[in-house]
């Protein structure tokens, strides 16, 4: 299958810092990359869908000034948490495709903000 | 809204036993399901799926069929090992992927 990878793997920062994860699809070109939060014991759940050059859509209730997706290239997508605050900690997972119904996930990153 | 709800783990279980992992869900029009696996410290990847009532996807040894009577797509084993332990997740498709919790197996030899 294909390899997604996702930098960093782990993050510890301070309150009000802004921490930035990347999303890479290694050995293809990704039309479309998806941006998942997950909670302890919980499902994974939906935060956007972004594909290339356009902007991301974003779930209801998602606040997009608060998680800023780009989707600079077809292999690169970064999900960049803005002035993060405790309850932001969290396990986020990227995924990408390349057709319907065909996501690859990334190894997930783990936030978690002091 | 549409929902998948799978049963709590861990499931826990010796090695060549037979695993069933319960899956039901909520949809409106007719989704695709899946099951999902999370090995440690990786990504998920795509065990199964299936697309339409009575299919039965299968891969691995581990099998799952779309009943639309009952709305459930059940996963199943009939010797499991040491291998698979891992956390599953069951999910539905309609215009995005929706998971269910996950559910962690243990397989002790």
């Known amino acids: 299958g294909a390899v997604v990878s996702q930098h960093p793997s782990r993050v510890i920062c301070k309150s009000g810092t802004s921490v930035k994860i990347e999303c890479r699809s290694l050995d293809f070109q990704a039309t479309t990359m998806f941006w998942y939060r997950q909670f302890p014991k919980q499902s994974l759940m939906l935060m956007a869908t972004s594909n290339e050059g356009s902007k991301a859509t974003y779930e209801q209730g998602v606040e997009k000034d608060k998680f800023l997706i780009n989707h600079a290239s077809l292999t690169l997508s970064t999900l960049t948490v803005t002035s993060a605050h405790p309850e932001d900690s969290s396990f986020y997972i990227c995924s990408a495709s390349r057709r319907v119904e065909t996501q690859y996930f990334g190894p997930g990153t783990r936030l978690l903000v002091l | 809204g549409d929902s998948v709800t799978q049963m709590e783990g861990p499931v826990t279980l010796s090695e060549e036993a037979f695993l069933t992992i319960n899956c039901t869900y909520t949809a409106t029009g007719y989704p695709s399901l899946f099951w999902y696996v999370q090995y440690p410290g990786e990504g998920l990847q795509l065990l199964l799926k299936?697309?339409?009532?009575?299919d039965k996807g299968s891969n691995k040894g581990f099998e799952a069929t779309y009943r639309k009577e009952t709305t459930s797509f059940h996963l199943e084993k009939g010797s499991v090992q040491v291998s698979d332990s891992a956390v599953y997740f069951c999910a539905l498709n309609t215009d995005k992927l929706i998971f269910g919790t996950g559910t962690r197996l243990q397989v002790f030899p």
């Open positions: 299936a697309t339409k009532a009575d």
